[in-house]
């Protein structure tokens, strides 16, 4: 069997998307977590492309960087500083092809859906005709916004015509263009240079290569594709929100098949690189976005935000509770209003109650933090119970430092821990300490101040106000009084000690 042709692709991403309305290029818009731009990427990584020419203009830097992790081998970033159409985008490519002969895959950065599947299809048919030129067509019942396909008598393409460009006639056509072409090489670059700006928009357009390579005699195919949603363009944000929806909508679908409840799919939004264990049960306006890993028979009772998130086995996550780049071991229970940030690492049976904060935290086993707790830059042993208000001081206002506590220490509420400190096993710390220096294992350590009680003083100082009440009004007294009052009591004080 002969080797096949080596394989191309130029992803078309330097247009602004004045449609979109916005400051942002349209392939830096987010769907499904992720920007436009990274999905024709990804759909032609398992295709192992030889060579990727994405041509980038509007915000370049950024649609760069928004493609720099894409697991393509070759990929080579083309400059389209005018935008002057998609024929012109292609042919700025050509520089990125000049060493290759091979058929090309034309993708546009704004058809998010395609399919590698798909990708593949376009490429067997071309090398099976043994084709020039082959372009996907898809027939939509109302395909407004898109190039229509013209046939001739023998019901070969002889060209596309856009929308603003289309006699009434023309319009009526519903097989259109979803913009996925399929070309050799050796064909596509020198008929480039034919393109003329003569449309309502005067850019060099790529849909009238077909035009041009039919004229010219060329093999000319085309395969007709029926996966509509998979070739819905995105020019506005109506389209974005529709896509969206219905992105969600498959994500949360697959997710049921695989054995996932959803209390409320409609609210729940789960990323496409999400995992969920069976017999998970995910409640009302759960956000589940990047590499968030959730495990079986977990619960999210609902109104959470997990990002980056791994998440054991059993774990129950209540209500209002927000987990960033943080690891939680099986049979954990965080929440409710609980916020776990990065580094945060729980190891199983960890119990973090209403208002604990976590950072760069690592937990023991059934350690447990109920309330109003702030844990940053510390490592704490299992079996360690610590008591509501406790706070690590890990900032002096020059640099962060670490708190160490060890297993089975009791840390009484209102607990300061000035770090870098540190707290040995089986250590208690009594309520409302302030530790500033390194308690021993077994040690009690209390930095309170002593509890002084004043009999009867309630009554007297009730005393007291009733009669200033019913007083006549005073007369304005001297400024200084407070003053001599004050130094009285002190020379009280110095008299008594
Ligand atoms: C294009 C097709 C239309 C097709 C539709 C399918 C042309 C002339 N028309 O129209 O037939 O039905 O897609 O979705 O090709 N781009 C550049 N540089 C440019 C212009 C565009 O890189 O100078 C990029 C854009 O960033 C975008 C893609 O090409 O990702 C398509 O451009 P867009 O303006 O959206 O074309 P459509 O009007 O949708
Ligand atoms: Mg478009």
């Known amino acids: 069997m002969p080797t096949p042709r080596p394989l191309g692709a130029i992803v078309l991403a330097a247009g ?18 992720r920007p436009l731009v990274r999905y024709p990427l990804d759909a032609l990584a398992p295709l192992a492309p030889a060579r990727v020419a994405l041509v980038v203009g509007h915000q370049a830097d950024t649609v760069r960087a928004a493609a720099a992790d894409a697991e393509l081998a070759d990929i080579r970033m083309v ?29 546009y950065g704004d058809v998010p859906r395609i399919r590698p599947d798909t990708l593949r299809a376009l490429v067997d048919a071309h090398r099976a005709d043994d084709a020039d030129l082959t372009l996907a067509t898809i027939c939509f019942a109302v395909p407004t916004g898109y190039g229509r396909i013209i046939r001739g008598a023998d019901g070969g393409v002889t060209r596309i015509v856009e929308e603003r460009d289309a006699t009434a006639a023309e319009r009526t056509v519903t097989e259109a263009n979803p913009g996925l072409y399929c070309v050799r090489s050796e064909v596509l670059f020198p008929l480039l240079g034919e393109l003329r700006p003569d449309n309502a928009q005067g850019e060099l357009y790529l849909t009238d290569l077909i035009a041009l390579a039919a004229r010219a005699g060329r093999r000319v195919r085309a395969l007709r594709m029926d996966r509509i949603d998979e070739f819905a363009g995105i020019n506005t944000r109506g389209e974005l929100a529709r896509m969206e929806a219905s992105l969600k909508a498959e994500v949360t679908g697959h997710w049921m098949e695989e054995g996932v409840t959803f209390e409320d799919p409609a609210t729940a939004y789960v990323g496409p690189e999400v995992v969920i264990g069976r017999d998970t049960v995910i409640g009302p306006n759960v956000v589940l976005r990047g590499r968030t890993r959730i495990g ?8 959470a935000y997990l990002v980056d998130a791994t998440v054991g086995d059993r774990v129950h996550v209540r209500f209002a509770t927000v987990i960033e780049g943080a690891e939680i071991g099986a049979d954990a229970v965080i929440g409710p209003f609980a916020r776990l940030r990065p580094g945060t690492r729980l190891a199983e049976r960890v119990h973090l109650g209403n208002f604990v904060e ?8 059934g350690t447990k933090a109920n309330h109003l707790t702030y844990l940053g830059d510390c490592e704490v042993g299992p079996d360690t119970n610590v008591g509501a208000g406790t706070i690590t001081c890990n900032y002096d206002g020059f640099a962060k430092h670490r708190t160490r506590i060890g297993e089975r220490v009791q840390i009484g509420s209102d607990t300061q821990l000035v ?15 302030t530790v500033t220096r390194d308690v021993a294992a077994g040690a009690l350590v209390v930095s309170r101040v002593p509890q002084r009680t004043v ?18 009004p005073a007369k304005p007294g001297p ?3 407070p003053v001599r009052k004050r130094a009285a009591v002190k020379r009280r004080a110095r008299r008594r000690s």
Do not use: N
């Open 419 to 433: 770090a870098p400190v540190s707290v040995g096993d089986d250590a208690y710390v009594g309520a409302g300490t």
């Open 358 to 365: 976590t950072k760069q935290a690592v937990l023991g086993a």
């Open 479 to 481: 400024v200084t009084k």
């Open 79 to 107: 400059l389209q500083a005018e935008q002057r159409g998609t024929g012109h985008a292609v042919a700025c490519a050509a520089t990125a092809f000049a060493d290759f002969t091979g058929d090309v895959l034309i993708l």
């Open 455 to 472: 009999p009867g003083w309630v009554a007297r100082r009730r005393a007291q106000a009733a009669a200033a009440q019913s007083a006549p």
């Open 296 to 303: 079986a028979g977990c619960r999210l009772d609902g109104t």
């Open 16 to 33: 602004l998307g004045t449609r979109m309305r916005s400051d942002r290029a349209k392939v830096l818009h987010q769907l499904g977590g």
